[in-house]
């Protein structure tokens, strides 16, 4: 047998004997360049998963060498499904957390992947400036694809701000911190209502978005799908030599942001949103997200056949409303203080906090209205909020494989029909400015 195939064959062997026979055969054999397998099948009195596994997992640690040897193998013994006793996974942690306060780049030499605690805890040694970006996409791969930079799509270059908004509210996330500049970017572009519409009218509606693609055979609404996402999403589907992305553009859903008012006629997938409603956002939330999304776009392609298929959403969220002071406003909010319902939105002053529409107070930065949410939130008006990604997947041949050329549609004609789209809804054209 091949030395390096000694972690499979030991899960294809289930009884002591035939491990024990495995484990003289590979010690008998003098061309194996795996010092530290052998260093452990030397000591190896027992032939159990733990008796192999946990010297595995913790005795390069110990010597402070055979860091790639044993990451190798602890990524095997998880694509087998095994699972250490907590007592290892707390010992781990301890001595990654003790090295990384003098030299954490070392300590992530014992970055596995196999542990649940080894994401949450890079991304708070990111968080603390302990490590780079880098360092840390290099070792979470899926961090990489999620803050992937996103193109302008079907936007303009006067809107190229929407896209440094929506990439650095993506490291805002994962830092679990508001930075200064996208607070700075926000504070500009939602400084008051008329600020506020002359950036949301300039996108296209996302009912209007999807008219602009012919041949849909199907919809599907995944509720919660903001922005933030596209490009992750984008990234999934170039894995699938079966999918094509026919269009990939950003779209506003309707105010105030909840689903209430954006809810579609249309297949639903919830996973996402009945997460966020259940959960407090906390360091291992992102990832958690990140295996939903990954979840339900590749159930959605793994179900498409001979259709093209368009994806929409009813708002997205923001999490950094619980890094912002809120405001305290004497009045029963909705959505975790995104937006308060009064009699007659008439009689209300203009501020740079909220936007007045349909008898609603709307908040218009990251403060909410009335408490600090728990947990991500939607409802408001922030970007994050409000923009939305609109995909029409296919498994049909098309034209051109160039996503960015087929998701460019008429700037103005997109503002025209967005600006109709919403006076019918009820903006008085004098609010609008």
């Not at 996409?137 to 302008?152: D, F, N, R, W």
């Not at 400084?191 to 949301?200: K, Q």
């Not at 009689?347 to 107070?361: A, F, G, Q, T």
Request: proline content about 3%.
């Amino acid at each position: 047998f091949k030395c390096e195939k000694f972690i499979n064959l030991w899960f294809d062997k289930t009884d002591a004997f035939s491990r024990w026979l495995l484990t003289k055969s590979f010690l008998c054999r003098g061309d194996c360049n795996q010092p530290y397998l052998k260093k452990i099948l030397t000591a190896l009195d027992q032939f159990t998963d733990d008796a192999l596994f946990i010297p595995i997992a913790t005795r390069a640690i110990e010597e402070d060498r055979y860091f790639e040897e044993r990451n190798s193998y602890l990524c095997e013994v998880q694509q087998n499904g095994v699972t250490l006793p907590k007592s290892v996974s707390d010992y781990v942690k301890e001595r990654m957390v003790s090295i990384a306060e003098n030299d954490a780049t070392h300590a992530l030499d014992l970055y596995s992947g196999f542990f649940e605690f080894e994401n949450r805890l890079l991304k708070l040694w990111f968080t603390d400036g302990k490590i780079t970006l880098p360092q840390f996409t290099e070792k979470v791969p899926i961090v990489s694809a999620y803050i992937q930079a996103t193109p302008l799509y079907n936007l303009v270059q006067s809107q190229t701000w929407i896209i440094n908004y929506v990439d650095e509210y993506k490291l805002c996330k994962l830092k679990s911190r508001l930075s200064d500049k996208l607070k700075n970017i926000l504070t500009e572009r939602n400084a008051n209502e008329s600020s506020f519409y002359n950036w949301y009218l300039s996108v296209s509606r996302s009912a209007d978005v999807v008219k602009s693609v012919h041949g849909i055979d199907r919809y599907i609404w995944i509720d919660a799908l903001g922005v933030k996402w596209l490009q992750y999403i984008v990234e999934l589907v170039k894995q699938d030599a079966r999918i094509s992305l026919k269009y990939c553009g950003i779209a506003t859903t309707g105010l105030p942001s909840d689903t209430e008012t954006n809810k579609f006629d249309y297949e639903k997938r919830g996973e996402l949103d009945a997460y966020i409603h259940t959960h407090t956002f906390n360091d291992a939330s992102l990832f958690e997200e990140i295996e939903i999304v990954k979840g339900c776009i590749k159930d959605i392609m793994a179900n498409i056949h001979n259709e093209t298929v368009a994806i929409l959403s009813d708002h997205g969220l923001t999490a950094l409303s619980r890094y912002s002071e809120a405001l305290h406003y004497p009045f029963k909010s909705s959505h975790d203080g995104r937006y308060i319902r009064i009699d007659n939105v008439e009689n209300s002053c203009e501020d740079s906090n909220y936007l007045r529409y349909n008898n609603c107070l709307i908040a218009l930065k990251h403060n909410s209205l009335e408490n600090k949410p728990p947990r991500e939130a939607h409802g408001g008006a922030t970007p994050e909020e409000l923009l939305v990604p609109v995909l029409v997947l296919t498994d049909l041949p098309i034209e051109t494989s160039n996503i960015e050329q087929q998701s460019v549609l008429s700037a103005e004609s997109n503002r025209k029909e967005t600006i109709s789209s919403i006076i019918e809804t009820g903006i008085e054209e004098n609010n609008l400015f």
